[in-house]
């Protein structure tokens, strides 16, 4: 095979900025990635917490479970289920490409090409950096991550802004860490490890890190280690719309010690579930009605699939409908009748045959083995308990308005975000457009654009729903919070005119007025 063709930048001349030019709307670019560079992360490490931290990373590093797949022998792998990491993880063909993940100054020049006016940089490793099992190891980490990109993004802030790394391990390392980084460093976007993986504390160690076999994954909010309200009001304070890339490889059943793929796809999607479930049933969207989530690169698919599932139960098992399932309704002399009808002589005899209080024949056809029911059972029977509704449309202010989700450009599944019809209540989520950049998944960064807009080519969406796809919900996620956020950057002047809309939106929903009309107000 033929090595591929070296290419030269040429900025404007891209299908990509083509496609930008025929668009009437700025395109922000919610998700695209770094890659760092180790050498100048440790850097930033010796400087922010000693040489001492350099050696414990780069000792723990060599026993990170990819590492250990990869020098194990094939008995130790399966003997310790090992699940397989990638072989190759990102794109490599393209030399540009791979130096354009890797150097901000690269990517600002190369943005116009790409056809993005504005990009939102996540890290790579500090995916691993926020799950780090040592607490210590790990505030460093971050503060050395967050130092760094501060610094090698900042001259370029009015066309991209880093993500910071916020580890959740605990509340109070998370507000630390989240002050710090939009206080000191003037950061405005907060990755956060939504599902945290904890050791179960009955578990013996295992090779340093009882994880590997014996843990739990804590959601930060139904069943809880701890309390994380103060940190989403934290959030809510500075302005932050935390984001989520938490994964799930090597958890649960994505453990193939062999097929990487099998544990890789739809991992983030899984993560996000977890993530959207336990702050709706957390009451988190209740109680921070201010705040916006965004659950990235996980597609939107699963959501409306959630979303439609929260609606039926509440109808169907919400405290108001929830009775309809006790089984002290059961009329036993009735079920009785049908059993000697219907069933023959075994259904009978056996019914018979049983004892004939109450307690007993309950357990006939109750989910416990005796019939009983505790007062702790009870109690816990409106699990919707935390969200407050009082009307099935109330979800909709619970999950559909604070929820963003990110859709790669090649996911044509995206689409269904926009389809209300087949929604309850009509209501549309907000998809919003993530590159991707830097990953695996992009090998070539000039196609992004292209793929994206495909689905208006094929008329998987119409020229409104893209707008909102590619500019109108990247830019809610985090200006809802922070009407600011994008002052000083080369999208303001648009930015502004669509929160000028948005709020005679919102104004006109509640005196009826339509959105067109909102709009050409």
């Not at 719309?241 to 938490?246: N, R, V």
């Not at 023959?344 to 029911?373: C, I, P, Q």
Request: with cysteine.
């Amino acid at each position: 095979m033929a090595p591929p063709k070296k290419r030269k930048p040429q900025p404007n001349t891209s299908r990509a900025a083509d496609i930008r030019a025929s668009l009437d709307h700025p395109v922000v670019d919610a998700d695209g990635h770094m890659l760092e560079y180790a050498p100048v992360f440790l850097d930033f490490l010796k400087q922010v917490a000693g040489a001492q931290t350099v050696k414990r990373y780069t000792s723990r590093s060599k026993k990170a479970r990819a590492n250990l797949w990869h020098k194990m022998s094939r008995r130790q792998v399966l003997d310790n289920r090992i699940s397989r990491p990638p072989f190759w993880a990102v794109a490599a063909a393209h030399t540009l490409d791979r130096a354009t993940s890797m150097l901000p100054g690269l990517l600002r020049d190369r943005l116009d090409e790409l056809g993005f006016d504005y990009t939102i940089v996540y890290p790579t490793f500090g995916f691993f950096l926020i799950d780090e099992p040592d607490e210590e190891l790990r505030r460093a980490c971050c503060r050395a991550q967050n130092t760094m990109v501060a610094d090698i993004f900042g001259p370029h802030a009015d066309r991209m802004t880093p993500a910071a790394c916020i580890p959740t391990g605990t509340p109070v390392e998370a507000i630390d860490e989240l002050e710090h980084a939009v206080k000191e460093l003037n950061l405005k976007v907060a990755m956060v490890a939504s599902l945290f993986h904890r050791s179960t504390k009955a578990a013996p160690r295992v090779e340093d890190d009882p994880r590997l076999h014996a843990y739990w994954i804590d959601n930060l909010a139904v069943d809880s280690e701890y309390d994380y309200d103060p940190f989403w009001a934290k959030c809510v304070e500075l302005g932050i719309a935390p984001t989520a890339h938490s994964h799930i490889q090597g958890h649960g059943h994505r453990r193939s010690v062999n097929n990487y793929l099998y544990n890789q796809i739809g991992h983030f999607a899984d993560a996000g579930e977890a993530s959207a479930k336990a702050m709706f049933f957390g009451g988190v969207t209740r109680r921070f009605p201010e705040l916006n989530f965004g659950f990235l690169e996980g597609g939107v698919a699963w959501a409306c699939s959630l979303y439609a599932t929260l609606v039926s139960a509440w109808n169907k098992r919400g405290a108001h409908a929830i009775d309809q399932f006790d089984p002290s309704k059961i009329d036993f002399d009735q079920l009785g009748e049908y059993f000697d009808k219907y069933g023959g002589e075994s259904f009978a005899r056996a019914l018979r045959n049983r004892a004939t209080n109450e307690t007993k024949r309950l357990g006939y056809v109750n989910v416990s083995s005796d019939g009983t029911t505790n007062q702790a059972d009870l109690d816990l029977l409106d699990d919707f308990a935390a969200c407050h509704i009082k009307k099935a449309e109330d979800i909709i202010d619970l999950f559909v308005k604070p929820f963003y989700f990110g859709c790669e450009a090649d996911d044509p599944m995206a689409a269904v975000a926009f389809r209300g019809k087949g929604l309850p209540f009509g209501v549309k989520l907000n998809a919003v457009f993530g590159s991707d950049i830097g990953h695996w998944d992009v090998p070539e960064m000039r196609e992004v654009l292209e793929e994206a807009y495909e689905l208006l080519e094929d008329g998987l969406v119409g020229a409104d729903d893209f707008r909102d796809f590619m500019f109108t919900n990247p830019v809610m996620l985090h200006a809802r919070g922070n009407p600011n956020f994008f002052k000083g950057t080369v999208v303001e002047e648009a930015v502004d005119k669509l929160l000028k809309t948005e709020a005679k939106r919102s104004k006109g929903k509640k005196s009826g007025i339509t959105r067109q009309a909102a709009v050409t107000a």
